[in-house]
């Protein structure tokens, strides 16, 4: 439906928590529309974890206010119903069985009988898991604890979603199945606030990107307006097949037979070198990314805290 916004799903307004005289959130204020994902980024340390347990409810704010699905607070428990997460931290029983996970966790938000055996049996497809719902979880791989995590956020069949790093120390393939199953609740309007230190994938998943450092919102918007507004300047780097005729004529800056021109503009100069004559072996265009919008706006240095 072009033309029509959604609605809050969740709402943070000046957010402020401390842990003694660290200030770990410090005025945090935005929203997350329903049906969006929504990316929160940050390097260690950032405040990303603490804004997380404030949302659900699981931290009371020092200053500010949270607000799920129009009024709700996180603290109450009907509130809560409305939410999964799957944290960082694996949340399993390794001497249950995967199956037995997804009843125990459906059962802590009030599912029985019929109802919650069909949750089950739809969380087991989710997760890729059906064939081996019978297993227990510590004969899992890594990739499949993952998955049945995700699954276990998602068994009660809640609105709003919070994942935290879901892809941490997956394989591939099952990297790519949490993709398709978050792209596919997204399809099914739910809201969804996911967190990564993998850039790549909150360009691929997120509509929309709040990038956080020290207790600070950055900057937040979508990914492409973040990387036009933060992301730099392109680089074209081309290797010269042989020797210009005018080297002076050349733009940006040759080394050997090495040129290398920064510009917003990279079509525009690879058709300049394309009609100039220049014979060229080699032709590269670096453009910018989250990456760069993410090392732009928290900086390069190590983060070890």
Known sequence: ?????????????????????????DGVSFEIRGGETFGLLGPNGAGKSTTILLLVGALRPDGGA???????????????????????????????TGEENLAFFGRLYGLAGARLRERVEEALRFAGLADRRGHRVRTYSGGMQRRLNLACAFVHDPPVLFLDE???????????????????????????LYTTHYMEEAQRLCDRV????????????????????HGGVSVVEAEL????????????????ARLRIE??????????????????????????????VFLSLTGRRLRDE
């Open 241 to 256: 097949a042989a020797p210009p005729a005018n080297p002076a004529s050349l733009p940006g800056r040759l080394d050997g």
């Open 166 to 192: 879901p892809t941490v120390g997956v394989d591939p393939q099952s990297r790519n199945h949490i993709f398709e199953s978050i792209e596919a609740l997204k399809q099914a309007g739910r809201t969804i």
């Open 210 to 229: 709040a990038i956080m450092d020290r207790g600070k919102i950055l900057a937040l918007d979508t990914v492409d307006a973040l990387i036009s507004r």
């Open 66 to 96: 949270v607000t799920v699905d129009g009024d709700g607070d996180p603290t109450r428990a009907d509130v809560r119903r409305r939410i999964g997460v799957a944290p960082q931290a694996l949340s399993l029983y390794e001497d249950l």
């Open 263 to 292: 510009t917003r503009n990279p079509l525009e100069e690879v058709a300049r070198l394309a009609g100039s004559g220049v014979a060229l072996a080699t032709l590269n265009v670096h453009r910018p990314d989250l990456e760069s």
């Open 1 to 25: 439906m072009d033309g029509i916004v959604a609605p809050d799903m969740i709402r943070a307004t000046d957010l402020v928590k401390s842990y003694g005289a660290i200030l770990a959130v």
